[in-house]
């Protein structure tokens, strides 16, 4: 479907739980987050319900997110479903990793095509310190599951922390030598709940900066802008939400785990669809993509998201 400013909007990101096993210091608070009810949150039936009406509207890209969306109990059925709904071609999921052990091939039997998985640093203390509760061996471990598991594309996403693992951006970026991956940067974005200040934001061109060998690489209509290392067998992609954001060509939309359709990161505006039929979700959502922001609005350290959440109660 096309929203008011002319933008194709193809790709829902679903979040199935706004619960997690780590607590990231620029995503959770440290306590975690106020369990809500159980009859508040959208049933599987729900979800799958919105993931066909969104499909009706020509959404044909699915990412399953959270929260951490592989601590969800009933997560490979909501991928199976969800993987065979008419019009999704593509079921991607984002994931910190640690559950992939045990879940990724089970996860790519049931329809889950790509696979995200988060990694901010490669320094067992410092993984321990960023995600609070983490252990690197077991990321590390789930990385290389999935790698076996044969998902078309495995990414790993890192966020970059001024202070905390600039001095990284090398090693990171060597994955991509060594395995069959993609890297992402992303900068750092404002969230009230994080608790990274102005001095930890890093602009994307640090990145290219810090690696003079990185080549530009074939856009794949996605948000990152792509270059490769000489050699490598994955892109590395700069992902700016802050200083060139995307708003212009974004085409997605986002639905929370308590049934809040956001047609904007970044916006306190939402839409709740929990317990209507589809038809009714299908004319919410319809008016919601039509009216989509223009963009996101001034976001940087003394301009925070207006998202009025966390980012592992958005759907990150
Ligand atoms: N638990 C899963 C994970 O960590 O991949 C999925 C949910 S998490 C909210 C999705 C993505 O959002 C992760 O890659 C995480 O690094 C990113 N993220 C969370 N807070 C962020 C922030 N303040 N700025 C930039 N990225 C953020
Ligand atoms: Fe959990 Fe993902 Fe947020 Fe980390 S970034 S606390 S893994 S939801």
Redesign the pocket.
């Known amino acids: 479907m096309i929203d008011q400013y002319g933008r194709k909007i193809s790709y829902m990101r679903l979040?199935v739980t706004e619960l997690?096993n780590?607590r990231?210091r620029?995503?959770m608070p440290a306590e975690g987050v106020c369990k809500k009810r159980h009859e508040d949150m959208l049933t599987e039936d729900e979800m799958i319900r919105a993931v066909e009406a969104a499909a009706s509207l020509g959404i044909s890209k699915l990412r399953i997110?959270?929260?951490?969306?592989l601590v969800k109990k009933n997560i490979l059925s909501i991928c199976r479903r969800a993987a065979a709904v008419e019009g999704i071609e593509e079921l991607c999921l984002?994931?910190?990793?640690t559950l992939l052990p045990e879940l990724a091939r089970p996860l790519r039997e049931a329809g889950v095509r790509r696979l995200?998985?988060?990694l901010?640093t490669l320094d067992r203390d410092k993984y321990a310190y960023i995600t609070r509760t983490g252990s690197l061996d077991q990321a590390a471990e789930g990385i290389r599951a999935a790698l076996e598991a044969g998902f078309e594309k495995v990414k790993i996403?890192?966020?970059l922390i001024g202070g905390f693992n600039d001095d990284e951006i090398g090693e990171l970026a060597e994955l991509t030598r060594r395995y069959p991956l993609d890297l992402r940067f992303?900068?750092?974005?404002?969230?009230e709940a994080?608790e990274?200040g102005k001095k930890a934001f890093i602009p994307y061109t640090r990145v290219l900066e810090r690696l003079a060998e990185l080549e530009p690489a074939e856009p794949d209509g996605g948000v990152a802008k792509l270059y490769r290392l000489p050699g490598s067998l994955g892109n590395i992609g700069l992902i700016s939400?802050v200083n060139a954001h995307f708003c212009g060509s974004c085409n997605r939309i986002r639905l929370t785990a308590d049934g809040k359709l956001k047609p904007c990161l970044h916006s306190s505006s939402e839409y709740g669809i929990k317990g209507l039929d589809f038809e009714q979700m299908r004319s919410v959502m319809e008016k919601v993509i039509y009216n989509k922001p223009a963009w996101h609005g001034l976001l940087d350290a003394d301009n925070p998201s207006h998202a009025g959440r966390?980012?592992?109660q958005?759907?990150?």
């Open positions: 979040s997690c780590l990231c620029y995503c997110t959270g929260g951490e969306p984002t994931t910190n990793g995200n998985i988060s901010d996403n890192s966020v992303i900068e750092l974005m404002p969230m994080g990274f939400p966390s980012m592992n958005i759907g990150g």
